[in-house]
């Protein structure tokens, strides 16, 4: 069991088409100062993998609770059969880097890859962030300021769930002694 926060990946097909995956094998990891790479895992033959790896390039589309039907439909379809337009969503494009966006998300890094590491079956992409479209409804500070209650993402650990309610900061609990 390993808790994931749930995405869905966004290529272009050969045909400039828009291609969409859930992936929740994603992180992040810090490049040097506040410079963060997205690090993305993808298993088997997928569609979404192989854009990947041909164009270099990626929209990592955060799915809230109330995506989480899109992203079931994305899961349970393959593009190698075909077309995903059963379910109605609107497509946008990423502001600094040519990929396809989900309308819906609430958070969306538009990012170019790096490095790709292979491990078995495996495809590991680091990913250099040139863009994150948040929606203008959350207010923060930065990126570590945002109430998740409010962003409301799926998380994934064999079965989907939502997050319940915020229990702190780093630095709320320091104090050892005991009151």
Same mark, same amino acid.
């Given at each position: 069991?390993?808790v994931?926060?749930?995405?869905i ?5 050969? !045909?400039?088409? %828009? ?6 094998w994603?992180?992040?990891t810090?490049?040097? =100062?506040s ?8 298993? +088997? ?10 164009t270099?390039? /990626?929209?990592a589309?955060l799915?809230?609770t109330d ?6 439909y994305f ?10 337009? %059963? /379910?109605p969503? =609107?497509v =946008?494009?990423?502001?600094?880097v !040519?990929?396809?966006?989900? !309308? ?5 890094y538009?990012c170019?890859v790096?490095?790709?590491?292979e491990? +078995?079956?495996?495809t ?9 479209q ?11 300021d945002?109430?998740l209650?409010? /962003? ?7 079965m989907?769930?939502?997050i +319940?309610?915020v229990? +702190?900061?780093? =630095?709320d ?7």
């Amino acid at each position: 069991m390993c808790v994931q926060p749930a995405f869905i990946i966004g290529t272009n097909n050969e !045909d400039g088409s %828009a291609n969409f995956a859930p992936i929740t094998w994603v992180s992040i990891t810090s490049l040097q =100062g506040s410079e963060y790479m997205l690090v993305i895992s993808m298993f +088997g033959t997928k569609v979404t993998k192989r854009n990947v790896r041909r164009t270099g390039v /990626l929209s990592a589309n955060l799915v809230s609770t109330d995506m989480l039907r899109l992203m079931d439909y994305f899961g349970t379809h393959s593009a190698k059969d075909g077309k995903k337009e %059963a /379910l109605p969503y =609107g497509v =946008g494009r990423g502001e600094a880097v !040519d990929v396809p966006t989900l !309308d819906l998300s609430p958070w969306v890094y538009e990012c170019e890859v790096e490095q790709a590491v292979e491990t +078995g079956e495996s495809t590991t992409f680091f990913c250099r962030i040139r863009n994150i479209q948040i929606d203008e409804t959350f207010e923060f500070a930065d990126s570590f300021d945002i109430d998740l209650t409010k /962003l409301d993402p799926v998380v994934y650990s064999g079965m989907y769930h939502s997050i +319940g309610k915020v229990l +702190g900061r780093i =630095g709320d609990f320091a104090n050892l002694s005991e009151e």
